[in-house]
């Protein structure tokens, strides 16, 4: 990263820490936001960091916690980046919606990959956590959780 954008990241972790001091704000590996710790996580890193920072920093804003359907995720996942762009210029940041889009894109493509039956192929639907069942065929199979590993998909039924 270089020093110009360095130095508008620190800034802008400055500035975030004054305004919202009731959130922490920690360097870390990757970034997320924490409900139970009130804190987000951030890589001064990481390609389009204050995007990123904006981006958690608004998963707190709106107390995003957990969620029960995969698709909750999505629409949180949707709504931070919503709020995130609110913030644009009030930090002088010009965010990216192509930028944006990516994130967005590797949570429909996870979502897609969770919900695609592996009988069939065919879209399915989630039935409770980690569980789904298929419109099509009546398959039905246990995902683990996956937004930081590969994808495992378990058949519950036999077909």
Known sequence: MDA??????????????TTYPDI????????????SEKTVFYN????HATHLLLHELSHALLEHREYRRDVELVA????????????????????????????LDTYRDWLHARSTCPHC????????????????????WRV?????CGLKR??????
């Not at 110009?4 to 820490?17: C, D, E, N, P, V």
């Not at 399915?124 to 009546?138: I, L, M, N, V």
């Not at 378990?154 to 077909?159: P, V």
């Open 24 to 35: 922490t704000f920690v360097e870390a590996e990757q970034f997320s936001w924490s409900p």
């Open 76 to 103: 949180m996942e949707t709504a931070a980046w919503e709020k995130a762009q609110t913030y644009a210029d009030e930090y002088s940041i010009r965010f990216d919606d192509n930028v944006i889009q990516d994130h």
């Open 121 to 140: 192929s065919a879209n399915g639907y989630q039935t409770e956590k980690f569980h789904y069942e298929c419109a099509a065929c009546s398959h039905k």
């Open 154 to 159: 378990y058949s519950l039924s036999a077909k």
């Open 144 to 148: 683990n959780e996956a937004r930081l």
């Open 44 to 47: 001064r890193g990481e390609k």
């Open 4 to 17: 110009i954008t360095m130095r508008s990241m620190s800034s802008l972790i400055h500035k975030l820490k």
